[in-house]
């Protein structure tokens, strides 16, 4: 759970969002956001190790605030999907699955949709997710990939680019009490299969090695 000052951090983040601002009020950040964050992650070692993304954007090739103005942790998040937890001031988003797949895994991705019993394993996978109020990614694509009929069975699943399921809760008063860690960790179990089918089904990139 996040007490009331951090999103007293962020909106005041939001309206001083430079380095030296960020700098002068690190202890708040630490304090307020961070250190709950960590603590979340403790109940959550089951699901994998945290990674803790850095609060610094870059701004080398993209007109962006230099400090990012959400707090967000990665769990047990490898080659082939993880979970992941972030605050913001658009809400507490928690999800689960592959984010951005690459070319090979997407591939794999659409084999075992086409083939019916890994897909139905996938469809199990989701709407556990979906049953604790999750959201499956909407399809990206607008046609057919490559080599699959547009009147597929399963043609929305295979216009997917995005394999993942979440849910970005509003900012409520729960936030700041034991529910919200129970909150995030309901969440990210039920989607748990998914992350465990795409492992099994999908699996890491082999694009560097294959070069």
Request: net charge positive; glycine share 8%; proline share 8%.
């Amino acid at each position: 759970m996040w007490p009331p000052e951090a999103l007293d951090f962020l909106r005041d983040l939001e309206a001083n969002n430079d380095r030296d601002w960020f700098k002068a009020n690190r202890s708040r950040y630490d304090d307020f956001l961070l250190e709950p964050a960590r603590a979340l992650a403790d109940k959550l070692t089951h699901l994998g190790e945290p990674h803790f993304f850095r609060p610094w954007n870059d701004t080398r090739f993209h007109m962006r605030p230099p400090i990012k103005e959400q707090l967000g942790v990665a769990i047990g998040y490898g080659g082939a999907g993880g979970f992941y937890f972030e605050l913001s001031l658009d809400g507490l988003l928690v999800a689960g699955g592959m984010h951005r797949p690459a070319s090979d895994q997407l591939t794999r991705f659409r084999a075992a949709i086409d083939d019916g019993r890994r897909a139905r394993s996938f469809e199990r996978a989701v709407a556990t997710a979906e049953a604790a109020g999750l959201e499956a990614a909407p399809p990206e694509l607008k046609r057919a990939p490559r080599g699959f009929a547009p009147d597929h069975p399963r043609i929305d699943r295979l216009r997917l680019k995005q394999l993942t399921v979440h849910r970005r809760h509003d900012l409520e008063p729960w936030l700041h009490k034991p529910a919200c860690d129970k909150r995030v960790q309901k969440g990210l179990e039920s989607a748990r299969p998914l992350v465990e089918w795409l492992m099994e089904s999908v699996g890491p990139s082999r694009a560097k090695r294959e070069r």
